[in-house]
Nanobody
Framework: QVQLVESGGGLVQAGGSLTLSCAAS????????PAWHRQAPGKQRDLVAG???????KYAQAVKGRFTISRDSAKNTVYLQMNSLKPEDTAVYYC?????????WGQGVKVTVSS
């Protein structure tokens, strides 16, 4: 069964760092156009960062300069390095990507930033 599995969430103090990982399992091919989204309680899910083979990574204005998206194609894994975390970064973070022609979402990983 093809799926995306996130890891790396947790509780961190404001100003701290976390790295999220999203690994594709069960896939014999690569992943395309991976991206990270987040959803805070009571809010809609928003794009945080995305990466593809044709243009520079894109970031939401709220995370520019603090978050970095990267990928390891050999491992079919996408990362989100989050630095200088703020309480407003608290959310469930989801990765999504194309595997073949299907769009997949991970189950989400919770990030809590305490003040």
């Amino acid at each position: 069964q093809v799926q995306l599995v996130e890891s790396g969430g947790g509780l961190v103090q404001a100003g701290g760092s976390l790295t999220l990982s999203c690994a594709a399992s069960g896939s014999t091919g690569g992943i395309s156009a991976p991206a990270w989204h987040r959803q805070a309680p009571g809010k809609q899910r928003d794009l945080v960062a995305g990466i593809n083979d044709y243009s520079p990574p894109k970031y939401a204005q709220a995370v520019k300069g603090r978050f970095t998206i990267s990928r390891d194609s050999a491992k079919n894994t996408v990362y989100l390095q989050m630095n200088s975390l703020k309480p407003e970064d608290t959310a469930v973070y989801y990765c999504n990507a194309l595997i073949g022609r299907s769009n997949f979402w991970g189950q989400g990983v919770k990030v809590t930033v305490s003040s």
